[in-house]
């Protein structure tokens, strides 16, 4: 096997251990068997399990975040209601879309890694999820108050607007995954649209 085949198929074999059984839970042994060779090999491919734990977070990480960038640039000509939606279901349908191997795998790892970080890296994820995700929020925000300005979205507070977005969305999240999963991505779009209805009733003008 190729050097470069080697080092993808360690990063696919340690996502999966990484996002089934946790980061400490997972041993380089475990990995290297995984992949086929030898514990000692590893290490002519990466240096330490927490380098591969890093190498693997910061590149979904950049993945999710050039998405983001690219549902907002690619909304910016929507009227504000019409936006809100539109990233509103992007977002549920990234790693949602074709329940592939590898984007199951991958949105387990990021969904554990949020929620039940490593004991040793949880507060620099913590610190950097935060920044982005504020970031992101002062968007949505804006795009909020020009709602109010058009006069679509009822007068409110928009932090308050904003958590209650969240909320509906990373729950709406969880049921996707926890008891979608064997949905078709036509089902999963239905269900998305409907809880989107019901949700706009309360927060347009």
Do not use: C
Request: a neutral charge; proline letters at 1%.
């Amino acid at each position: 096997m190729a050097r470069g085949g080697t080092k993808d198929k360690i990063k696919q074999v340690a996502l999966v251990l990484f996002a089934k059984d946790g980061y400490e839970a997972t041993s380089m042994e475990q990995i290297a068997k995984g992949v086929g060779i030898k514990k000692s090999s590893l290490y002519a491919f990466i240096k330490s399990k927490e380098l591969l734990f890093w190498e693997l977070y910061e590149e979904l990480e950049s993945k999710y975040l050039n998405y983001m960038q690219e549902l907002f640039a690619n909304s910016e000509t929507m009227v504000a209601d019409a936006r809100l939606f539109f990233l509103f279901k992007r977002y549920l349908l990234f790693y949602h879309a074709s329940g592939a191997q590898e984007e199951v795998a991958a949105r387990d790892f990021w969904i554990r890694v949020m929620f039940f970080p490593p004991t040793s890296f949880k507060e620099k994820i913590m610190v950097r999820s935060l920044g982005y995700e504020q970031e992101l929020g002062k968007k949505y925000i804006e795009i909020m108050i020009e709602g109010m300005t058009q006069g679509t979205i009822k007068k409110d507070n928009p932090e308050d607007l904003l958590i209650s977005f969240y909320s509906l969305r990373q729950g709406l999240y969880s049921l996707m995954t926890v008891f979608m999963e064997g949905m078709k991505k036509e089902e999963k779009e239905e269900r998305i649209d409907k809880v989107w209805h019901n949700f706009w009733q309360g927060i347009k003008a």
